[in-house]
């Protein structure tokens, strides 16, 4: 007879255990492309939050006091030439790495001798004087020490303006939001403003590196499978950009780089209606403009 204080322990028995495993595996695999989800929206949430503020900065260095000609800037040299062109402002430089460059137009970018100045709307340099016409374009330097980042999922597009009658022009990173010393938003179509970027650090400026044909940005992303280490300047402790003049945009599209290739769409391979109908059609961007007068940036769509 067994004592009433006596305790009889069981153990769970293995069939007891696979359905407990298999009750959690379950719960796992119902739950995790919900907590997938989650995390991508929280990206492209911060992504897009972090856009704004590059904008706002951006605009309030080119704002700030002493600005509208390099005359008294001592933020960039202390004597500047009389005919190396007038202040160029301030560009926010969106890269393949995820990182937001606030740069400022510096005087005296030379590309072996030849002055990025005075250079008109079609893209040819001035004979000189200043002219109603010309954009005064003289290479961009970085100004902050610490880089805007995005998350490691939020992708990037940029919109050009460009004169064909179908959708605008996509473009992958690298590109510029540009403002002047006034304020504006600086923006042409891809024929015409850009902005000089020693992308390199070999201290010249090339008018003539600009985006390759077909050009695809994964190899200068760092946490993409494509991506090639020797893109990273260790001198400089930098990722170095893939060319050197680099277009404006007038808004941009974020949206999730995840979702981006699980739809079989790739940048160079993909033609500018494919993205633009998944994007825009499909709903799988939000789409950021930026003011020309005031550079506020507002959303043209909300996720559907």
């Keep these: 007879m067994t004592h009433p204080s006596t305790r009889i322990r069981r153990a769970f028995t293995l069939v007891e255990m696979l ?12 739950a995790f ?32 006091d002493k600005q509208g000609s390099f005359e008294g800037l001592d933020l960039i040299r202390a004597t500047i030439p009389a005919d190396e062109g007038s202040y160029s402002g301030v560009a926010a430089i969106f890269t393949p790495a995820n990182e937001v460059r606030i740069t400022e137009n510096i005087a005296g970018a030379f590309d072996s001798g030849f002055p990025l100045e005075r250079i008109d709307v079609s893209g040819g340099q001035m004979a000189g004087g200043d002219d109603q016409d010309a954009k005064h374009h ?12 995005l998350p490691a999922d939020a992708g990037v597009a940029g919109v050009t303006r460009d004169n064909s009658s179908g959708p605008p022009t996509l473009i992958a990173p690298p590109f510029a939001v540009w403002f002047n010393a006034a304020g504006g938003l600086v923006v042409g179509n891809l024929d015409t403003d850009h902005v000089y ?18 050009y695809d940005p994964t190899p200068y992303d760092p946490r993409d499978g494509n991506y090639q280490p020797g893109n990273w300047n260790g001198t ?24 981006f290739r699980q739809s079989g769409l790739a940048w160079g391979t993909s033609s500018n209606a494919q993205i633009w109908q998944w994007l825009d059609t499909e709903g799988n961007g939000t789409l950021i403009l930026f003011s020309r007068q005031s550079g506020v940036t507002f959303r043209e769509r909300v996720d559907r």
């Design 19 to 30: 359905v407990v495993v298999g009750v959690i595996a379950l719960t796992v695999g119902i």
């Design 33 to 64: 492309p919900t907590i997938t989800a989650m995390t991508r929206d929280t990206d492209k949430t911060v992504g897009i939050n972090a856009v704004g503020i590059a904008g706002t900065t951006a605009r309030a260095y080119a704002t700030r």
């Design 138 to 149: 003289n290479g961009f330097i970085d100004i902050l020490v610490d880089y805007i980042t």
């Design 197 to 214: 970027y020693d992308s390199n650090y070999d201290g010249d400026y090339d008018i003539s590196d600009g985006r390759p044909t077909n």
């Design 236 to 259: 400089q402790q930098k990722y170095e950009l893939p060319f050197e003049k680099i277009e404006t945009v007038a808004g941009l599209y974020v949206y999730s780089k995840r979702a």
